[in-house]
C-alpha cells in the first residue's frame, strides 16, 4: 500500500537524526533484560549448584526452597523495570514520529514516580491480559471439536480411525482460523500505548484505541506483517539494532496517523465527544 510506503520513507528519514538514539534504547533493554536474567542464574548456582544448569524449577525448589524467592524475586524485578521501560521505549519513539528532538533520557520517565511505575505495570498487565483472553476464546472451538473427537468416536476398524484424523484435521483448521482472527481482534488496542503516553488513563486509552482502529484492525496486522522479512534478519541479533528502531518508529508514525484520523472524524461531527463517538 502507498500509506506504508509512506510510512517506512518517514520512518528511515527520522532515524537518520535519532538513530543512534533509537539504536541505544535497544541496547539498555537488551542489557537490562540480560542483567536480571544472570543475576537470577546466578543466584541459582549458588543455591542450588550445578543442578541449576538442567533441573527444571519444580524439582530445583526441593534441593534448595531458596529458588522460589529468587524465581518469584527475578520475576517482580523483571515485571517493574520492563514495564517502566517499554513505556519510556514507547513515549521516546512517539516523539520521534512527532519530529521532536526528545533525550533518551525519557526512556526512564517511566520511573520517575511510583505513581507512573504501577501505572506501566497495570498497562501492560491489562494489555496482556485482554490478549490472552482473547486468544484463550479463539482456541475453545477447535479444542472442543479435537476433544469430542477423540471421547466420541471409538476406536474401531480403519474407517472410523480414517473419520477420527479427518475431524482432528477440521480441528486444528477451526484453531489456526480462530487465533487469526483473534489476533485481527487484538489490533483494536494496538494504539492504547500510545494514548497512554499521551496521558490518557488506563481504561480511556484501550476505549480510545477501540474506536480509533475501529474497522481497521485487518490494516494494522497488514502493517506489522509487512515488517516480517525484518523480523527475519532480526534472527540475527546485530540487525536488531536497526530493524527494532525503524519498526518502532514507522509503529509510531502509523499510530499518529490514525488518531488523527479519529480526531479529526469527531471535528467533523459537531456536538458529538470522544466518550460517546463511533466512528463508522
Keep these: 500500500m502507498e500509506l506504508f510506503r509512506v510510512i517506512r520513507r518517514d520512518a528511515r528519514c527520522a532515524l537518520r537524526f535519532c538513530g543512534g538514539r533509537a539504536s541505544a534504547c535497544v541496547l539498555i533493554i537488551f542489557l537490562a533484560y540480560l542483567a ?25 525448589s526441593q534441593i534448595s526452597p531458596e529458588v522460589l524467592y529468587i524465581s518469584g524475586g527475578s520475576a517482580a524485578v523483571y515485571i517493574f523495570v520492563i514495564s517502566a ?79 477420527r484424523i479427518a475431524v482432528c484435521c477440521i480441528a486444528v483448521a477451526v484453531v489456526i482460523l480462530c487465533l487469526s482472527l483473534a489476533l485481527i481482534f487484538i489490533q483494536r488496542w494496538a494504539l492504547a500505548e500510545y494514548y497512554y503516553v499521551n496521558g490518557s488513563g488506563i481504561i480511556k486509552s484501550f476505549s480510545l484505541s477501540a474506536k480509533a482502529a475501529k474497522g481497521l484492525c485487518t490494516t494494522i496486522i497488514k502493517f506489522k506483517l509487512s515488517f516480517f ?19 518502532s518508529v514507522a509503529k509510531a508514525i502509523f499510530a499518529k496517523y490514525l488518531m488523527e484520523r479519529y480526531e479529526r472524524s469527531l471535528a467533523e ?12
Excluded at 549448584?49 to 530445583?60: K, T
Excluded at 520521534?96 to 526528545?102: L, V
Excluded at 505495570?121 to 484463550?136: E, K, N, T
Excluded at 479463539?138 to 476398524?157: D, N
Design 85 to 163: 521501560l517499554a513505556f519510556g521505549h514507547t513515549k521516546l519513539h512517539f516523539a520521534f514520529a512527532e519530529g521532536k528532538d526528545e533525550n533518551i533520557t525519557v526512556l526512564f520517565d517511566g520511573f520517575s514516580s511510583l505513581k507512573r511505575l504501577f501505572g506501566c505495570i497495570f498497562f501492560y498487565l491489562g494489555y496482556g491480559i485482554r490478549a490472552a483472553v482473547s486468544l484463550a476464546a479463539a482456541a475453545i472451538p477447535g479444542t472442543a471439536i479435537f476433544y469430542a473427537a477423540w471421547k466420541f468416536i471409538p476406536e474401531s476398524g480403519r474407517t472410523i480411525e480414517i473419520l
Design 269 to 280: 461531527v459537531p456536538g458529538e465527544s470522544e466518550e460517546d463517538f463511533t466512528p463508522a
Design 229 to 247: 522479512g525484518w523480523a527475519l534478519v532480526s534472527l540475527f541479533i546485530l540487525p536488531l539494532l536497526w530493524s527494532v528502531p525503524y519498526y
Design 36 to 60: 536480571i536474567s544472570l543475576t537470577e542464574s546466578i543466584l541459582l548456582f549458588v543455591f542450588a549448584g550445578m543442578e541449576s544448569l538442567y533441573l527444571d524449577y519444580a524439582a530445583l
